[in-house]
């Protein structure tokens, strides 16, 4: 009866750092921070939040998968574009192969491997939510822990709020990147169609435009 108060208090303390952070990635992702920024931000806040030994956004590739953000407890900054293979029984194949949270404890020899292509060393549990863009699995967010029950159940549920955040910052960058794109393209077909109205001919144009085929009328720009 005496601990219970003290443990509510805890409890709404961590959700009102939980709720901050949230707030502040929020924020980033609002005025259009660089997505390194915003990755690097939710692996240092999920870790701490945690109480996790390392933590990580990792994206999805042919050959496994990336890291794009990474923290550590030791302060030091991880190297991103490490790879983490799949194929293993650590949570990031689970994740990969069902699309859903995922969680290992300390009889998993494979999440302690995962851990250490990370950070160097082993961990004993680990928690993964899917990051899921427009549909597609993009990726995901991992902590681990040394401890062998490193993570309170429902745990996975926050996880996936900030797997969720991932998601808004990345279809963001994607739609920013299209339209760049387009506009790029729309810019070289103006500069073109004015030097046509201006009377430059076929052979300035033709070094820089791809060949087009017999039943193309128009460029195909990239």
């Known amino acids: ?17 939980e709720q901050a952070s949230l707030g502040r990635i929020a924020m980033l992702i609002a005025r259009g921070s660089p ?31 990336v890291l794009v953000g990474a923290w550590d407890t030791a302060g030091d900054a991880v190297a991103t574009g490490g790879q983490i293979p799949l194929g ?17 404890d300390g009889r998993s020899a494979d999440s302690r491997a995962a851990a250490a292509a ?3 060393h082993a961990a004993r549990s680990a928690l993964g939510a899917p ?34 955040l991932v998601a808004v910052a990345i ?13 790029e393209e729309q810019a070289a077909l ?12 076929p052979s300035w144009c033709s070094p820089r435009w791809p060949k087009r085929s017999a039943r193309s009328s128009t460029p195909t720009l990239r």
């Open 1 to 17: 009866m005496e601990t219970r108060p003290e443990r509510s208090a805890d409890e709404l303390r961590w959700l009102a750092d």
């Open 131 to 164: 990051i899921t863009v427009e549909g597609r699995l993009w990726g995901t967010v991992v902590v681990w822990s040394p401890r062998d029950a490193g993570f309170p159940a429902g745990a996975e549920g926050h996880l996936a709020v900030f797997a969720d």
């Open 171 to 183: 279809a963001r960058a994607e739609a920013r990147d299209e339209l760049l794109r387009v506009a």
């Open 190 to 201: 103006r500069r073109v169609a004015t030097l046509v109205a201006q009377g430059v001919g």
């Open 35 to 65: 997505s390194p920024v915003v990755l690097a931000t939710v692996a240092t806040d999920v870790g701490r939040l945690l109480d996790a030994e390392s933590a990580a956004v990792a994206r999805y590739d042919a050959d496994g998968a």
């Open 88 to 104: 293993v029984r650590d949570v990031t194949t689970r994740v990969h192969e069902t699309g859903r949270p995922a969680r290992t």
């Open 118 to 120: 990370v950070h160097g």
